[in-house]
């Protein structure tokens, strides 16, 4: 690895560990408005949307593919449903993995 990588890496633990540092160590003196307090209620679904979206759509990470052979996606939207008729997120869970495994099983999929 050569010294220009080096920076890039020590300069994101550097802005990470500031903006942790920022919130968790000084947490009890920040007040936040109303306004942002709602806005960051919102940051934990964009995060996971922005993790499971890409693996759900591009399983292999190049190409998209939105067809029924995708084990991903069907557990994912099974996920979707159990979660809607049922509130309950164990369930919805549970049940999302076991279509996507037996989807895997059944189709042969990797």
């Known amino acids: 690895m050569n010294a220009t990588l080096w920076v890039v890496i020590g300069g994101m633990a550097a802005v990470t ?11 009890s003196r920040l ?14 679904v964009a995060v996971l949307t922005a993790i499971v979206a890409p693996m759900v759509l591009l399983p292999d990470g190049q190409h998209w593919d939105l067809s029924w052979r995708n ?10 449903l159990l979660v809607l008729g049922t509130r ?7 049940g999302g993995l076991a279509v996507y495994l037996l989807w895997r099983w059944g189709f042969g999929a990797t």
């Open 17 to 27: 560990f500031t903006i942790r540092y920022a919130l968790f160590g000084l947490g």
């Open 31 to 44: 007040r936040f408005s109303p306004r942002v307090r709602q806005a960051l209620r919102h940051v934990p």
């Open 71 to 80: 084990p991903w996606l069907a557990g994912a939207l099974a996920s979707a």
């Open 88 to 94: 309950r997120l164990l369930a919805a869970i549970a």
